[in-house]
C-alpha cells in the first residue's frame, strides 16, 4: 500500500463546476500538506501548502485536512479550461531527525479535464 | 524572480552510457531535491542537498549521485543507464528543506530516454 492514495481518475467536468479531488494518506507523521498542479511537459506548480489539520483558501482553491480521518482534499469552485491538468497531493513530516529533507510523498495524481 | 532552471530539457541515451543532469535553484534557495517521476511510479524522492552536503537520500542504487556547488548549483549524474532509467527528472529548491517555511518548488524536469 503506497503512503499516500490519490484516485488518479481522470476526472472530466464542465466550466464552472465546483471540483474536488481527495488523497488518504497513512503516515502518522505528516504534518505539512501540499497541492500541486501539473500541465503537461511542466514540473509540478505549488497551489496550496497547509499546515496539519484545518482549511486554507487561495482565490478558487480551497484545501482541507483531517488529520483524524487521514484525509486531504482540494476543492476548485467555478472551475475553468485552464485548469485542465494532472493535480498531485504530497505528504511531508517534520523535519527533526532530518529523515523529511527535501522529502515529499506524492500519490499518483488526478488528471482533470475541464470542458468548455 | 527567476524559477527553477533545469538543463539540458531533453536526452537520448544509450544503455551502458552515463549522464549527468543540471538545476539551478530560485535565487537565495540554499535546497535542492532531486525526483524521478514515471507514469508507474509516479514522483519518487532521490536526494537532498544543503550547503553542499547530502542530508536525506531516497530507495535508488548507487549509480544516482549528486552532488550541490557553493553557489547552491547541484548536478545529478545516472552512470551505467538502463532501460528503466526513462523518465522525467525534476529538481526543487526551497530555503532550508520541508518544513512550514520552505515548500518545494520545481522546475520543468529534465526528460531523458535511454535506447
Known amino acids: 500500500q503506497k503512503e499516500v492514495e490519490q484516485d488518479p481518475g481522470p476526472l472530466s467536468v464542465p466550466e464552472g463546476a465546483i471540483v474536488s479531488l481527495n488523497c488518504t494518506y497513512s503516515?502518522?507523521?505528516?504534518?505539512?500538506f501540499m497541492w500541486y498542479r501539473q500541465y503537461s511537459r511542466k514540473g509540478p506548480e505549488l497551489l496550496m501548502y497547509?499546515?496539519?489539520?484545518g482549511n486554507k483558501e487561495d482565490g478558487r482553491f480551497t484545501a482541507q485536512v483531517d488529520k483524524s480521518s487521514k484525509y486531504i482534499s482540494l476543492f476548485i469552485r467555478d472551475s475553468q479550461p485552464s485548469d485542465s491538468a494532472t493535480y498531485l497531493c504530497?505528504?511531508?513530516?517534520?523535519?527533526?531527525?532530518?529523515?523529511?529533507?527535501?522529502?515529499?510523498?506524492f500519490g499518483q495524481g488526478t488528471i482533470l479535464t475541464v470542458h468548455p | 524572480k527567476a524559477g527553477v532552471t533545469q538543463t539540458p530539457r531533453y536526452l537520448i541515451k544509450t544503455r551502458g552510457q552515463q549522464v549527468t543532469l543540471s538545476c539551478s535553484p530560485i535565487s537565495g534557495h540554499r535546497s535542492v531535491s532531486w525526483y524521478q517521476q514515471t507514469p508507474g511510479q509516479g514522483l519518487q524522492f532521490l536526494f537532498e542537498?544543503?550547503?553542499?552536503?547530502?542530508?536525506n537520500k531516497g530507495n535508488f542504487p548507487g549509480r544516482f549521485s549528486g552532488r550541490q556547488f557553493s553557489n547552491s548549483r547541484s548536478e545529478m549524474n545516472v552512470s551505467t543507464l538502463e532501460l528503466g532509467d526513462s523518465a522525467l527528472y525534476l529538481c526543487?529548491?526551497?530555503?532550508?528543506?520541508?518544513?512550514?517555511?520552505?515548500?518545494?518548488?520545481f522546475g520543468n524536469g529534465t526528460r531523458l530516454t535511454v535506447t
Open positions: 497547509t499546515y496539519s489539520s
Open positions: 504530497a505528504g511531508s513530516d517534520d523535519d527533526a531527525g532530518g529523515t523529511s529533507y527535501g522529502k515529499l510523498t
Open positions: 526543487a529548491s526551497s530555503l532550508v528543506g520541508t518544513g512550514s517555511t520552505s515548500p518545494l518548488h
Open positions: 542537498y544543503f550547503s553542499e552536503t547530502q542530508r
Open positions: 503516515n502518522s507523521a505528516f504534518q505539512y
